[in-house]
C-alpha cells in the first residue's frame, strides 16, 4: 500500500489526556477499567466530559470500560438512544424506562458505529448512530483543524462556525455548556475498514 494512503498514528503528544491514559493501560497490558464515580451529564463538569472521553478512547481501543451514566430526568431521549451509543454501554443509567433503555443500547453497539479517521489533508467519518450510514469528507483546513483540536477536547481553538456545522450532525455533543466531540478515532480496525 502507498505511504501516503496511511492513517499517521496518533502520537502521544497530540493524543488527548485520555487518550495517553487508555494507551499507555493498554500497552501494559490491561484489558479492563472501571471508573469509580458515574458520568453525570445533567450538570457536568469538565471531570464527567473527561471520564466520558476515556470511555470513547477505550471504546475505539477494544478496552472494556465498567461504568455508569447519570444523564438526568430531563436529559434527551436521543442521548441514550442514538447519540452515545456508539460507546460500550454502561453498567447502569438512571432515569425513565433505564433498563429498556439500557437493553436498547446493548442491542444497538457495536465497534466502529461512529468512528473517524485521517488522510492526507482530509478527514473521514462514518457515523451509522441513526441507522444508516452517513459519511462526513472533511476536505477544508478549518474543519481538519478542528477535528484534530476536538480529539484533545481543546474546543476553545476551534472556528465557532466550524463548531456549529459539527454540532448540528450530533459529532459534537453539548453538555450543559460544555462541548464534546463523539467520534472514535479507530487506530487498530477490528475488521477490515471497507465493512466500517
Do not use: K
Not at 493501560?25 to 457536568?44: I, K, N, Q, T, W
Amino acid at each position: 500500500m502507498r505511504d501516503d494512503l496511511l492513517t499517521p498514528p496518533t502520537t502521544a503528544t497530540n493524543r488527548s489526556v485520555a487518550g495517553r491514559q487508555v494507551h499507555d493501560l493498554y500497552g501494559r497490558g490491561v484489558r479492563y477499567a472501571e471508573l469509580d464515580e458515574p458520568v453525570s451529564l445533567s450538570s457536568p463538569t469538565p471531570r464527567d466530559l473527561h471520564a466520558l472521553d476515556f470511555v470513547r478512547v477505550a471504546t475505539a481501543r477494544g478496552l472494556l470500560v465498567r461504568w455508569q451514566l447519570r444523564a438526568g430526568r430531563r436529559a434527551d431521549p436521543a442521548l441514550t438512544a442514538r447519540d452515545l451509543t456508539h460507546l460500550q454501554p454502561p453498567v447502569s443509567l438512571d432515569g425513565a424506562r433505564s433498563a429498556e433503555r439500557l437493553s436498547e443500547w446493548w442491542n444497538r453497539f457495536y465497534i466502529g458505529r461512529c468512528v473517524w479517521r485521517r488522510g492526507p489533508g482530509f478527514v473521514q467519518i462514518r457515523d451509522r448512530r441513526e441507522g444508516v450510514l452517513q459519511r462526513f469528507n472533511l476536505l477544508q483546513p478549518a474543519y481538519v483543524q478542528a477535528v484534530d483540536l476536538l480529539e484533545q477536547q481543546q474546543v476553545s481553538g476551534v472556528d465557532p462556525d466550524v463548531l456549529a456545522a459539527l454540532r448540528a450532525e450530533h459529532l459534537v455533543l453539548d453538555f450543559g455548556g460544555l462541548d464534546w466531540w463523539a467520534p472514535c478515532l479507530i487506530d487498530r480496525w477490528p475488521v477490515p475498514s471497507m465493512v466500517l
